[in-house]
Nanobody, 114 residues
Framework: QVHLVESGGGLVQPGGSLSLSCAAN????????MGWYRQAPGKQREAVAT???????NYAESVKGRFTISRDIAKNTVSLQMARLTPEDTAVYYC????????WGNGTQVTVSS
């Protein structure tokens, strides 16, 4: 198993930017896939972005060109840089890692509102 802790959520105005970080308690170089999901009120959890152990990235259509996922292997962190945010991006964002099964953080709230 891997323990994940998200940080960086908050309130941002439409059109603004925000960066999320996920810290893992083990070397992320040994983890096949890590990523970010989100869940808005009344909606199902959906994949936002994933990154594999070799650096391959995949994005939901709704965030392509606005969000960027990256890894810092030295720090065992995965980040999500979010730009041109809209109210539709409001959700709890969860970090996930596929290591002996899917592991999840507790989530961090992102609210996009004026």
């Amino acid at each position: 198993q891997v323990h994940l802790v998200e940080s960086g959520g908050g309130l941002v105005q439409p059109g603004g930017s925000l960066s999320l970080s996920c810290a893992a308690n083990r070397a992320i170089s040994s983890i096949d896939i890590m990523g970010w999901y989100r869940q808005a009120p009344g909606k199902q959890r959906e994949a936002v972005a994933t990154i594999t152990s070799v650096g391959f990235q995949n994005y939901a259509e709704s965030v392509k060109g606005r969000f960027t996922i990256s890894r810092d292997i030295a720090k065992n962190t995965v980040s999500l840089q979010m730009a041109r945010l809209t109210p539709e991006d409001t959700a709890v964002y969860y970090c996930t890692a596929n290591y002996g099964g899917w592991n999840w953080g507790n989530g961090t709230q992102v609210t996009v509102s004026s």
